[in-house]
């Protein structure tokens, strides 16, 4: 298994400013996902994560709004940049582990709550 | 293309009734993963199950289970004897083979609101 935790839990914004989201995992993990998910919504993927590589994002997503870290295997960071009110939402991390293929299991932190004034 | 709908919005059921979330899928990968996970009002993600295309065996786990279906690409999901504390969304969700193409990405269903009263 794997346990993660983000930060923070929970903040709110200003419009024009930018919030980085941080994820640590307690394990070596190779790939780490962020999603969002707006206000009564499901969740959508934003990027990929992978450790010593650009990200790969999403269809609707570009770097220069959701820049992302991964300088390690247990560790990442998501930025959102320029907030406006619809970027309020739930941001969450996720990662896949287990090591075993057919035990690989998709874990996700707490999520950041984050609401843009 | 992948795709997973969840066409009941939100229901609503008197606690200790029986209710099944619906779960529709579509992919054309013929190895894929179907999950179902809980997310309560604190926001979390709550892993429930995970079942792979190869394994049609429906599952019990206590008052939960779950009846999967490839010939109607169905994953539906019964709470027995239902409670308060199963109030929140439960989101059904696809992945494809992971390692096929080095991911793990979830493809998400609109979930469903269930609300359970006393």
């Known amino acids: 298994s794997a346990v993660i935790s983000q930060k923070p839990s929970r903040d709110i914004c200003q419009r024009g400013t930018s919030l980085t989201i941080q994820c640590q995992v307690d394990?070596?993990?190779?790939?780490m996902f962020w999603y969002r998910q707006q206000p009564g919504q499901s969740l959508t993927l934003i990027a990929t994560?992978?450790?010593?590589?650009?990200?790969?994002?999403e269809s609707g997503f570009v770097i220069d709004k959701f820049p992302i870290s991964r300088p390690n295997l247990t560790f990442s960071t998501l930025t959102v940049s320029n907030m406006s009110p619809e970027d309020s939402s739930i941001y969450l991390c996720?990662?896949?582990?287990?090591?075993?293929?057919?035990?690989?299991?998709?874990?996700f932190g707490q999520g950041t709550r984050l609401t843009v004034v | 293309a992948q795709k997973v709908t969840q066409a009941q919005t939100e229901i609503s059921v008197v606690e200790k009734e029986d209710v099944t979330l619906d779960c529709v899928y579509e992919?054309?990968?013929?190895?894929?993963?179907l999950f179902w996970y809980k997310q309560p009002p604190s926001g979390e993600l709550v892993f429930l199950i995970r079942?792979?295309?190869?394994?049609?065996q429906n599952e019990i786990s206590g008052r939960y289970s779950w009846n999967f279906q490839k010939s109607t690409s169905s994953f539906n999901f019964t709470i027995t004897a239902s409670q308060v504390v199963d109030s929140a969304v439960y989101f059904c969700?696809?992945?494809?083979?992971?390692?096929?193409?080095?991911?793990?990405?979830?493809?998400f269903g609109s979930g469903t609101r269930l609300l359970v009263r006393p």
């Open positions: 079942r792979n295309s190869f394994d049609e």
């Open positions: 994560a992978n450790q010593g590589s650009e990200a790969t994002y």
């Open positions: 992919t054309r990968d013929t190895t894929y993963y």
């Open positions: 394990s070596q993990v190779t790939m």
């Open positions: 996720s990662v896949a582990a287990g090591g075993i293929f057919e035990n690989t299991e998709a874990f």
């Open positions: 969700a696809l992945t494809r083979e992971p390692y096929m193409d080095s991911s793990y990405k979830l493809i």
